[in-house]
């Protein structure tokens, strides 16, 4: 009998292995129009953390997140799953150099720069920052990407110029251009399956909207890679800011298994977006 149930056992599917990544805009550090702006390090450290765990992630990328919140999430996420999480973070800077910083908190406390962030669950990540081309008028802009070895996957966010008049909005996007042709570059890593992402301030090639130019920016990333909520063979997909894609998702071609954007969330000008990839 012993034998038949190994036997049986071994015929068994063995569970693909897989990875669940959100991105969120959380818009909490200078936009005043946003529920989340001036929020405490222990606020934001709920909404992200919870947001996050509901659908078991185990990379988050932030945008728009603040440096002083870092040390307040890494704790909070350890403590509600029991397991070591690490971020790699990046405060941006002005023109002049400067800490680009957050607003303070409803009780006046300083809350640090206005930062990306990359969160991982586990042990042994190594991180990189990037740095991207970005207006000498404007603040700087950057990547940080972060390397799982045990998993062999590399995951990058990052958040690029606006395009607003201030930041890239001369003709053919030159700076969202060469950001995303750097973003490409340095997402990959021989041996490594890539998660990239992030506010990405572009829209989907066929979505008919948007800057032209943004358009034809991130078309190499579709040739690459598979996005998350990609509509079939068309590139594009569900709105996460006003109507209009501008958060991403990218994974290898056939890898996505899940893909979510959370419309219901009101608490930011961004919607987070999920995905559950294979690996």
Excluded at 171 to 182: C, E, M
Excluded at 209 to 218: C, H, I, L, N, T
Excluded at 246 to 260: E, I, M, W
Aim: proline share 6%; net charge positive; with cysteine.
């Amino acid at each position: 009998m012993g034998h038949v149930l190994l036997l049986l056992a071994s015929m068994l599917p063995v569970p693909q292995a897989s990875l669940a990544v959100m991105t969120w805009n959380v818009c909490t550090g200078t936009n005043s129009d946003c529920r989340l702006y001036r929020a405490s390090a222990v606020e934001l450290a709920g909404h992200i953390g919870g947001r996050a765990l509901a659908r078991r992630a185990e990379v988050i990328f932030l945008q728009e997140f603040c440096t002083g919140a870092t040390g307040t999430l890494e704790l909070w996420l350890e403590q509600r799953t029991g397991r070591r999480w690490t971020i790699g973070s990046w405060g941006l800077t002005g023109q002049d150099g400067e800490p680009y910083a957050c607003h303070p908190d409803l009780l006046g406390r300083p809350r640090g720069a206005q930062s990306i962030a990359v969160a991982v669950a586990g042990d042994a990540v190594a991180f990189e920052t990037h740095a991207l081309p970005a207006p000498p008028w404007y603040v700087k802009r950057a990547a940080v990407c972060a390397d799982l070895p045990a998993r062999r996957v590399r995951a990058c966010g990052t958040h690029l110029s606006a395009g607003t008049p201030y930041d890239d909005h001369q003709p053919g996007a030159p700076y969202r251009t060469k950001q995303l042709q750097r973003l490409l570059e340095i997402s990959a890593k021989p041996g490594y399956r890539s998660v990239v992402g992030g506010d990405l301030n572009v829209s989907p090639p066929d979505s008919g909207y948007g800057s032209a130019a943004g358009r034809r920016a991130v078309a190499p990333f579709y040739r690459l890679y598979q996005e998350c909520d990609q509509r079939g063979v068309r590139r594009t997909g569900g709105w996460t800011r006003e109507g209009k894609k501008l958060d991403y998702l990218f994974a290898p071609k056939g890898s996505v298994r899940r893909c979510h954007v959370e419309r219901g969330v009101t608490l930011s000008d961004h919607k987070p977006a999920h995905i559950e990839v294979t690996l």
